[in-house]
């Protein structure tokens, strides 16, 4: 009974290197996919938050005093609402002193 040994040839060496690069490189773009979204999802929760705080500091103002503020300043002064004036700009439209004034937060690119 004999044992029968194989040898690589060169062109499967090869072969055998080159999946390991290319399964290597699909694994990092799957990597980088998924940072991006992640990335992306973090963009898009970080305006709905400031926009939420806004629309919130402006209701309870309205519970407090009977009408909306006029301004976003005072929304910022007096509940300490940071805005990053690097990333968003906030729409605030007052139409009525009774009426939930129109809140839009823009990111900036």
Request: cysteine-free; overall charge negative; hydrophobic content about 55%.
């Amino acid at each position: 009974m004999g044992v029968t040994v194989f040898k690589k040839g060169f062109f499967s060496s090869i072969f055998s290197g080159a999946r390991v690069v290319v399964f290597t490189i699909a694994v990092l773009v799957v990597i980088l996919i998924g940072i991006s979204q992640a990335a992306e999802a973090n963009r898009a929760e970080g305006m709905r938050l400031l926009e939420e705080a806004i629309v919130r500091a402006a209701v309870h103002s309205y519970a407090v005093h009977g009408y909306f503020p006029e301004s976003l300043d005072y929304i910022v002064d007096t509940f300490g609402i940071h805005i990053d004036t690097t990333r968003f700009v906030v729409h605030y439209e007052v139409f009525a002193a009774n009426i939930l004034p129109d809140i839009r937060v823009f990111e900036l690119r």
